[in-house]
């Protein structure tokens, strides 16, 4: 499949869309967990330091999770889901410490990891479940499930939760303006040639200095965009 980046400015039939869409996922994905891990990591903190109080279950709870996603890091998605034999996965940190940060934090990182094995039913599954006040980890989140969708074909469903995502945490320009461009491609190869202008003005707009920004331009002429 080719990278979404470099899609050229030809119009292209529907399925080509699409698979450029879900082909940047699969060459992009180990560095984009490993940035959003980074942030997940550090928002389980500070939900672990307010749950305290939940004593020794959370201390253990916590504990788990930084061991799987010690193996999540290392792209050992297999034993980050299930665990090494000692210690426990997400799936059963999910069953085992229910009700706590880590384990609601596991739904995230098993969502994440099913989408990087290729097996998005248990992607969308857990991303589905996965909920948080963090507004950059639920843009995130959001995206992901977005992905999701699109690898199953659901086109225009994630569509709409890219739009979601790029509206989430619009401080994070590069983010929004790759959502709200998948967004645009996704409707555009669905014929709805007036949503995919939308999206691709916001781009224009909101973030012009983007990489997406510098080149939306033919994407909009392409559309009968022109200023």
């Known amino acids: 499949m080719a990278d979404i980046k470099n899609t050229q400015a030809e119009p292209v039939e529907s399925n080509e869309a699409v698979d450029r ?3 940047f996922w699969q060459k992009n994905s180990k560095n984009i967990l490993i940035g959003l891990a980074i942030i997940v990591v550090a928002s389980a903190g500070i939900a672990g330091y307010k749950h305290f109080v939940s ?3 959370l201390e253990k ?4 999770i930084f061991r799987a996603e010690s ?12 665990g090494d034999g000692t210690n426990p996965g997400f799936l059963k940190i999910m069953d085992k410490y229910s009700g706590t940060p ?9 969502g994440a990891s099913y989408l990087r094995l290729g097996d998005f ?3 969308e599954k857990y991303l589905k479940d996965f909920s948080t006040d963090a507004v950059q980890v639920n843009a995130r989140a959001k995206g992901l499930l977005a992905d999701t969708y699109a690898e199953q074909g659901k086109k225009e469903e994630a569509a709409k ?3 979601e995502a790029a509206q989430a945490f619009e401080k994070d320009e590069f983010n929004s303006a790759e959502y709200l461009f998948r967004a645009g491609y996704l409707y555009e190869s669905l014929g709805k040639n007036k949503e995919a202008i939308d999206a691709f003005r916001q781009i224009k707009q909101k973030y012009p200095r983007t990489e997406r920004g510098f080149e939306i331009d033919k994407y909009l002429a392409r559309l009968g965009e022109t200023e």
């Open 71 to 82: 193996y999540f890091r290392m792209d050992s998605l297999q034993v980050a889901l299930n």
């Open 161 to 163: 939760l890219y739009l």
């Open 55 to 57: 004593g020794p279950k």
């Open 21 to 23: 869409v879900t082909g």
């Open 121 to 123: 039913k248990n992607a």
């Open 61 to 64: 709870a916590n504990e788990a």
């Open 102 to 110: 880590a384990a609601n934090l596991s739904r995230f990182y098993a």
